[in-house]
């Protein structure tokens, strides 16, 4: 994936949690984090650690989470790919901030 279609995918991931937990911390300041629990990928709050969405519910069967925008769910497709999608997306997140220095490291 191109540097623009990680930023738009980890952009499209944050709203996401956003939206869902009302969140009202400004969108600069919430962070994202990836793990993998029961053989599924999640994105949580980084600061708050229930507040978690699942992005794919079976890691070997690559089902990913239903209604997700089209760069999210590329990068969610991308990181299956990955022997650990959890650390792909860490890492990605990490490496993409680090590139672009307009871009929000809490992205």
């Known amino acids: 994936m191109q540097q623009r279609e990680l930023v738009s995918?980890?952009?499209?991931?944050?709203d996401l949690l956003i939206r869902t937990?009302?969140?009202n911390r400004r969108r600069e300041f919430v962070r994202l984090y990836f793990s993998i629990a029961n053989n599924e990928l999640?994105?949580?709050d980084y600061d708050d650690h229930?507040?978690?969405l699942s992005l794919c519910s079976d890691i070997?069967?690559?089902k990913i989470r239903e209604g997700l925008m089209s760069k999210s769910h590329r990068l969610a497709k991308e990181s299956l790919k990955h022997p650990s999608p959890a650390e792909f997306l860490i890492t990605s997140?990490?490496?993409t901030?680090?590139?672009d220095l307009s871009f929000c490291l809490s992205c």
């Open 9 to 14: 995918g980890f952009s499209e991931l944050k």
């Open 21 to 23: 937990y009302k969140i």
């Open 42 to 44: 999640l994105m949580h």
């Open 50 to 52: 229930k507040k978690a």
């Open 60 to 62: 070997e069967q690559k």
């Open 93 to 95: 997140l990490s490496y």
């Open 97 to 99: 901030a680090f590139l």
